[in-house]
């Protein structure tokens, strides 16, 4: 396998959250032993207050512009996905969300299990703005950029981490192999539904329960399709703030 590997980050309408990430994104949790790292920002239909503040982070960036920009926010999150995955230059990405902080060792403990057998995914320690999923940990160091307290997650996420992996758990940050991920032609372009046929659909949000979330449908075809097992790394420890750009 080749030791290469991009961390990727979408944004969309906030300069708070981009200054953010791109700190996040210059910490020295980033490097690798062994590994070349590169990092970038890709702006997803972004304000022209993101375009202009892009340069000032000192890092690269592309912008994407959506087909369809008048759908629904989430589809156009997912296929904003694809294209970054799509014109990665590395062989393998990192995906992570802006409203994400890292902890030491984060980013090599989740290599540890990029293996040819596993998507490995960070464990998450969330804000409490919205109840955690599974292997999730329940922890305040914030709720917003502005009121990050650095120190104290630092100090905190030293203490949690195990060496320990379990099967599933969240999606988030997640490593992939762009061709196994570019296969099978990435993230369906939003949740999914299950439509009168009993075939799965994606769409808009109506009046239908949502039958997966993209993420849960891609990981599940992934597994299905290329044996990959869906892993979750307990001395992989971030941070989420959660939801992120649309509370601003």
Not at 7 to 32: D, G, T
Not at 64 to 76: G, H, K, V
Not at 157 to 176: D, E, H, R, T
Request: proline residues 5%.
């Amino acid at each position: 396998m080749n030791k290469n590997i991009e961390i990727i980050s979408l944004i969309y309408r906030s300069k708070s959250y981009l200054n953010f990430i791109a700190e996040q994104l210059k910490s020295p949790y980033c490097n690798v032993a062994g590994w070349d790292v590169g990092v970038r920002i890709v702006a997803n239909d972004p304000t022209n207050e993101i375009i202009e503040e892009l340069p000032s982070t000192g890092l690269p960036h592309t912008i994407y512009n959506d087909p369809t920009p008048e759908s629904f926010y989430l589809n156009r999150v997912y296929r904003c996905w694809n294209h970054a995955v799509a014109t990665s230059k590395y062989d393998n990405v990192c995906l992570v969300n802006s409203d994400m902080a890292f902890s030491d060792a984060w980013l090599e403990n989740l290599l540890k299990h990029h293996n040819g057998k596993s998507i490995p995914c960070s464990r998450l320690v969330e804000s409490g703005k919205m109840p955690s999923g599974r292997y999730g940990l329940q922890q305040d160091f914030g709720k917003h950029p502005k009121s990050f307290r650095i120190e104290s997650w630092d100090s905190w996420s030293k203490k949690i981490k195990l060496q320990q992996v379990k099967n599933g758990g969240l999606f988030m940050p997640c490593v992939f192999n762009k061709k196994q991920f570019l296969s099978l032609d990435g993230y369906p372009e939003g949740n999914v539904f299950m439509g009168n046929t009993n075939e799965v659909e994606v769409g808009h949000p109506n009046d239908r329960p949502v039958f997966k979330s993209g993420d849960a449908y891609f990981f599940d075809k992934m597994k299905k399709k290329l044996e990959l097992e869906h892993v979750t790394v307990f001395d992989s420890v971030v941070y989420h703030i959660q939801e992120g750009e649309m509370d601003e």
